[in-house]
């Protein structure tokens, strides 16, 4: 009747194996007692056959089938069928959890670099100095993570304060060293039309301070000219007398 119902080892007191182990105590060589424990250790081989065949099994699932098979290697350690699926199951298990601690080895690389990064832009290392600014724990977090929505997030910010870091290098004159830090804008985000637009200004701006600048020295090196002239001694006039 509890075989019938499934009731291998469950629920507490009423199940086949505690019933056997009853029938042990009084006759340890009873044939039933046997034949008991290889009908339950064969009924979980099957069970375990039949949810494995099933596919999409959870580590969760794998660890309750592999308590099912350890319980059938209690009652018959020499069966082959569990033994083997014993192996199987636990290499399943032991894949994955090695799998789970790269994947927090991984996670908690992130986190801390992220954490770095946000550090480092609230302490004005945004673009240096160098090695130890936001951009470069920037490049160190694409190598670990290149599409984590988190890395993407931080590129976004990044682009942001860059650009207002420009704009103050713009208003104070300083467009080279304003374009520099656009080109790491363009570096992480080759893409952004608004850094595209702030660069071609830039160089416009820069080209034409450069043309001023040529136009200014050779405008001052026309006037030094003339003045070394102007300064330059007059020969006197010789006076040339009629013959008598």
């Known amino acids: 009747s ?61 660890e309750r089938l592999l308590g099912m098979v ?9 069966h082959k069928g569990l033994a083997s699926y014993k192996q199987e199951l636990e290499q399943v298990i032991n894949t994955y959890k090695g799998k789970q601690k790269a994947q927090q080895r991984v996670e908690k690389q992130i986190v801390d670099l992220l954490k770095k990064a946000k550090s480092q832009v609230a302490s004005g290392k945004l673009l240096a100095p160098f090695k130890n600014n936001a951009y470069h724990t920037y490049e160190k977090l694409i190598q670990v993570a290149p599409t984590d929505v988190r890395v993407a997030a931080l590129k976004e910010s990044l682009v942001k304060q860059t650009l207002k870091v420009v704009e103050k290098e713009k208003s104070q004159g300083k467009l080279v ?5 656009l080109d790491e804008v363009l570096a992480i985000s080759p893409n952004d039309s608004a850094s595209r637009q702030v660069k071609k200004s830039l160089q416009k701006q820069i080209a034409e301070v450069a043309r001023i600048q040529v136009a200014e020295q050779r405008a001052a090196q026309a006037k030094v000219k003339k003045k070394t002239v102007s300064a330059e001694p007059k020969a006197p006039k010789v006076r040339v007398f009629g013959t008598f």
């Open 177 to 181: 060293q304003a374009l520099t830090h």
């Open 2 to 62: 509890q075989f019938q119902q499934n009731k291998l080892v469950s629920p507490k007191g009423n199940n086949v194996y505690e019933t056997l182990k009853e029938v042990q105590v009084i006759s340890p060589r009873h044939p039933m007692v046997k034949q008991g424990f290889n009908k339950i250790a064969d009924r979980f081989l099957t069970q375990v056959k039949r949810k494995q065949a099933k596919g999409k099994q959870t580590v969760k699932e794998s």
């Open 70 to 78: 350890n319980m059938g290697i209690s009652l018959l350690p020499r």
